[in-house]
Nanobody, 124 residues
Framework: QVQLVESGGGLVQAGGSLRLSCAAS????????LGWFRQAPGKEREFVAA????????YYATSVKGRFTISRDNAKNTVYLQMNSLKPEDTAVYYC?????????????????WGQGTQVTVSS
């Protein structure tokens, strides 16, 4: 039903910026909440940010608040994660996920569809 494809990952120096994109197909995009998660080597996957279907409400993990911004363009069926002031501890594979309702969640179990992930590496 729903497919998600992340892009925009890469290598960046500490203090730099990177913008991730997640293109969606299938379903009614504007009614689906979306979230970004990340998984560093040897660690559990963790919540990063989420946005409601309408884009009117966003929620962030404490570790990224003030540095990362989630947004969406429903006309393009795309959600973005703008990452500023990047730190080496931000290094991880970043995943886009969606659920078939409009409200946000910080729980991995709440999301039914996942992208393949995109690698972000921040050098010191």
């Amino acid at each position: 039903q729903v497919q998600l494809v992340e892009s925009g990952g890469g290598l960046v120096q500490a203090g730099g910026s990177l913008r991730l994109s997640c293109a969606a197909s299938g379903g009614i995009f504007s009614t689906y909440a979306l979230g970004w998660f990340r998984q560093a080597p040897g660690k559990e996957r963790e919540f990063v940010a989420a946005i409601t279907g309408s884009g009117s409400f966003t929620y962030y993990a404490t570790s990224v608040k003030g540095r990362f911004t989630i947004s969406r363009d429903n006309a393009k069926n795309t959600v973005y994660l703008q990452m500023n002031s990047l730190k080496p501890e931000d290094t991880a594979v970043y995943y886009c996920a969606t659920r078939s309702i409009g409200s946000v969640s910080t729980s991995l179990a709440a999301y039914g569809y996942w992208g393949q992930g995109t690698q972000v590496t921040v050098s010191s």
